[in-house]
Structures are given as C-alpha cells and as structure tokens.
C-alpha cells in the first residue's frame, strides 16, 4: 500500500525538530535572524546530522536554514495558542516509525551511529516534530474538503500506476478509499501551511547570515 507524510515542510516539511543538547559541543555563530530571536549554526548542524539518519542525505545548509525559520513560525505561534506538547506514548510510537522506516534493525543502529546521534537526541527530534505537524493539522484541517471526483482521479492516477508497476493487482477503489481521502488531506494541509509560511515571511524581520559566517 503506498504511503504518505504529513508536511514535508514537515518531511519530511516537515523534519520538524529542536536543539539537542549535543549541540552546545560545537562553536557555534547566528546564521540568521527572526524577530528578537536567533538560528544557530549548532541548530542546522544537528538537522543535517537528522536528515542524514532518515533520508540518507541531507539538504544544502541553505535549505536547512529555510526549515528552521519555517520551524521558529510554526512553533512560535503553536506557542502562543498553548498548543498541547505530545504525550510520551506518542513519542514513542514516533520513534518507533522511524525505526520502522528502515529494513531492519541492524540498518538502523548502523545509520543512527554514523549520524552521530543519541537516543535521547532522536527522541527529542521526534517530539518537536510531532509537536509542529499535529500543531498544523490541527489549524489546517478543519477547512479541507475532498470531493469524489479527487479521490476517483488520485485512484486512477496514483495507485493503479504504481500497483502494475510492481506487478501487483491494484486494490480496489473502495479498499482504498480511506487512505487516498488522507492523502488528499495531508497534501491540502501541505499546500495550505507552504502559503501561510510564505506569507508570513513577509511580514515578519528576517536576517539570513549564513553565507557570511559558515564558510
């Protein structure tokens, strides 16, 4: 069955994360800017560093930085609302995906100790990420709308294709019906967050310095 992801602002869109305290080992020097706030060096260091351990690569730190400030908006106004954190079971079981995302256990303990990342430090990514995506579903997802008619093209356009390209028999419209409507829905929720994040970068006092300081 095919797969989705909720905010690749969060995917992974959404790598949704904080500062681990392993950072404080590294120099560190501001790379940007928002408000009266600032985005360290250390902070696109250890995203780099989870990105490595999920997607194998990471993006550019040009890239990372454009996460991070997306991340300091999402949170700040997730903040404001005194949006709940997520419970430690939910923690867990957002470990346990990432966990589970590999071919086994051997790949991923051979994938986390060349991230260079703890345990402790995969559990606190985790919990600010699912912090930050429950925060935008929650804003976003009251006004999506999903018709027949989208779910009937997503069926005939998405699973069908990719189902013959494995040589598999396409599940049916109705058995795939729930999942398609939730696909639909993250991919609205997606589009929805892209526009208000560009929005309010362009509203808010935004320095980037990190072609100046992390040569």
């Known amino acids: 069955m095919l797969r989705y992801r909720t905010l690749a602002l969060v995917g992974t869109f959404l790598t949704l994360i904080s500062m681990p305290a392993r950072s404080q080992e590294l120099i560190d020097r501001i790379v940007a800017r928002v408000e009266g706030d600032v985005i360290l060096l250390s902070e696109v260091r250890v995203l780099s560093r989870y990105q490595a351990l999920v997607e ?3 993006e550019s730190d040009a890239q990372i ?3 991070l400030i997306d991340q300091w908006i999402v949170r700040s106004e997730a903040e404001n609302a005194r949006f709940p954190h997520p419970t430690g ?3 867990t079981r957002g470990v346990e995906r990432v966990q589970d995302s590999f071919a086994s256990t051997k790949e991923y303990e051979t994938r986390k100790k060349e991230s260079g990342l703890s345990d402790a430090e995969i559990r606190s990514m985790v919990a600010a990420q699912l912090y930050l995506s429950n925060y935008l579903n929650s804003r976003f997802r009251p006004g999506v709308q999903i018709d027949a008619n989208a779910v009937q093209a997503f069926y005939e356009s998405g699973v069908v294709p990719r189902a013959k390209a ?3 028999t396409p599940p049916s419209l109705d058995a795939s019906r729930e999942y398609i409507q939730e696909a ?5 929720i997606n589009e929805q967050a892209e526009r ?3 929005e309010s970068h362009t509203r808010l006092r935004i320095q ?6 992390a040569k």
Not at 184 to 188: G, S, T
Not at 208 to 213: S, V
């Open 56 to 58: 194998g690569k990471p």
């Open 65 to 67: 930085l454009d996460r």
């Open 89 to 91: 079971a939910e923690i």
């Open 166 to 168: 494995r040589n598999q």
């Open 184 to 188: 639909l829905i993250q991919r609205d």
């Open 196 to 198: 208000w994040l560009k």
């Open 208 to 213: 980037k310095l990190l072609e100046d300081t």
